[in-house]
């Protein structure tokens, strides 16, 4: 999964980006109002955690104008304002959680996996498609009787695709979930961690559609 995060302080966003890279997050930054408006009319990620006190415009406004785009990417605002009205302000305008500073990074991971769920239309803690079994908690992954830990990349691989089963995502598609903006793409990454993948859990556990991409089926 491709995060993006809105923070204008530099010490809080370096300590956000390592623990989310270490659960196995794509992470990029933004600095301020204006550049998380411009970036977030790519579509490249599929959640934000925003602040509210940015410079340039503020995290409410960002909000504000995103969800009145049609705009739908699940938002977790991350804020020292703790009081009541602010809570009820960023919520009504369509925040999907808040968070307020200073939090512990397991509470975050644990709202993450949340809106991730909440998302995707699955109330259950763990994904899956009927034959693979993925826990996003431990990165553990079940099939065949088997239970085995994957690695971080192989975790953002297999829960893009157990996000979308019966999907068809290209190897960009699937480059987007596993790197962010300065991390260097490795040649064959997408093959070499399918492979891992497969080794794991079975030749059949993830389809090639050859010429297309690749999925895990629907059950």
Known sequence: MRILLVEDDTMIADAVTVAL??????????????????????????????????????????????????????????TARDRLEDRITGLDLGADDYLVKPFQVPELLARLRAVTRRQSGQAAPLLGNGRITLDPSTHEAHANDTTVLLSAREFSLLQALLLRP?????????EEQIYGWNEEVESNAVDFLIHGIRKKL?????????????MVEKS
């Open 166 to 174: 019966g999907a068809i995502l290209t190897r960009r598609e699937l």
């Open 202 to 214: 079975g030749a059949d556990s993830i389809k090639n559609i050859r010429g297309a991409g690749w």
């Open 21 to 78: 890279r270490d659960a196995a997050y794509a992470v990029d930054w933004v600095q301020d109002g204006m550049s998380a408006s411009r970036t977030l009319t790519l579509g490249e990620h599929q959640l934000v955690l925003l602040d509210l006190g940015l410079p340039g415009r503020d995290g409410l406004e960002v909000l504000r104008r995103l969800r009145q785009s049609g705009n739908t990417v699940p938002v977790i605002i991350l």
